[in-house]
């Protein structure tokens, strides 16, 4: 019975994401409300991010709903506003320099937006580039 339920959930849309047109339409009019918009829906409405990157992260849930990843925090320090929820799992960072946002994805969820110029999302993408670099000459790196 509640395998039967979870499937109708499945298929009726119980899961509370709009459809994807709906989720593309509210992109296209920057119009980006956490927790009802999926990756997919960025790639439909505005194409492939410039930057893009998987890792693991640690969020800061914040009272709105939004959770705030650590890397966009000063070390030691915590957002403004948070109280003592916290989240961790691996996210999906998406820049997008030419609209002037990074989004953040968890568990295929927008859970972060932050409006940023074009220069500070070039800036991030090219930290990344480089991290990823480094991790991949420490990985291949024979163990001694």
């Given at each position: 019975?509640?395998?039967?339920?979870?499937?109708?959930?499945?298929?009726?849309?119980?899961?509370?994401?709009?459809?994807l047109?709906?989720?593309?339409?509210?992109?296209?009019?920057?119009?980006?409300?956490?927790?009802?918009?999926?990756?997919?829906?960025?790639?439909?409405?505005?194409?492939?991010?410039?930057?893009?990157?998987?890792?693991?992260?640690?969020?800061?849930?914040?009272?709105?709903?939004?959770?705030?990843?650590?890397?966009?925090?000063?070390?030691?320090?915590?957002?403004?506003?948070?109280?003592?929820?916290?989240?961790?799992?691996?996210?999906?960072?998406?820049?997008?320099?030419?609209?002037?946002?990074?989004?953040?994805?968890?568990?295929?969820?927008?859970?972060?937006?932050?409006?940023?110029?074009?220069?500070?999302?070039?800036?991030?993408?090219?930290?990344?580039?480089?991290?990823d670099?480094?991790?991949?000459?420490?990985?291949?790196?024979?163990?001694?």
């Open positions: 019975m509640a395998l039967t339920i979870g499937l109708l959930c499945a298929f009726a849309g119980c899961s509370g994401m709009p459809p047109a709906e989720q593309e339409q509210h992109i296209r009019s920057n119009e980006l409300p956490l927790h009802k918009l999926t990756p997919r829906a960025f790639a439909g409405a505005w194409g492939k991010p410039t930057y893009q990157r998987v890792e693991f992260m640690q969020f800061f849930v914040m009272k709105d709903g939004s959770f705030v990843p650590r890397s966009r925090v000063a070390l030691g320090e915590s957002p403004k506003g948070w109280e003592a929820g916290v989240e961790a799992g691996e996210a999906l960072f998406l820049a997008y320099p030419d609209r002037g946002w990074l989004v953040v994805f968890y568990d295929e969820q927008l859970v972060y937006k932050e409006a940023l110029t074009a220069a500070q999302l070039h800036a991030l993408g090219r930290d990344w580039k480089m991290e670099r480094y991790r991949s000459r420490l990985e291949s790196s024979p163990a001694r």
